[in-house]
């Protein structure tokens, strides 16, 4: 049981920003202030909240868009991605349970993490490399 921290899911137009935090309220106030649009999807309690966000970017690397923001254009799986992190428990009690059920959902990202390894790229390079939506310079 490592780096215990927050996951959280914000909302700003049609894009989501994936992000990770150890003083969740804090950030989300931040936030708020360049964001003041924004809605809060969830902020969820995990072990290993390092490895926990890189492997939500990696598995929703088609839809990445710039740093920790993704966008879907309509693709419908963002109300599934939405709906699956909101059935995460808020209460920090249930971290433990938080962290095994997370690797249940991520078998959903298997073929990412297995195409990401096949083309032997940083996360980055691989965002880049497959996103349809990714920010233009």
Do not use: C
Not at 12 to 22: E, F, M
Not at 80 to 96: G, L, Q, T, V, Y
Not at 122 to 137: C, E, G, I, M, P
């Amino acid at each position: 049981r490592t780096d215990a921290g927050f996951i959280y899911v914000i909302q700003d137009n049609s894009r989501l920003k994936i992000g990770k935090s150890t003083s969740p309220r804090t950030r989300i106030q931040q936030a708020s202030t360049w964001l003041p649009e924004m809605v809060l999807i969830g902020v969820k309690p995990f072990w290993n909240t390092g490895n926990v966000e890189k492997w939500l970017h990696e598995g929703l690397a088609q839809w990445w868009f710039d740093k920790e923001w993704f966008k879907f254009d309509g693709d419908p799986y963002q109300a599934s991605f939405i709906d699956n992190f909101r059935a995460f428990s808020d209460k920090e009690s249930d971290r433990d349970e938080n962290s095994i059920n997370f690797l249940h959902w991520m078998n959903e990202f298997t073929e990412s993490f297995a195409e990401r390894s096949n083309r032997v790229q940083n996360l980055r390079q691989f965002q880049r490399a497959v996103s349809d939506t990714k920010k233009l310079d």
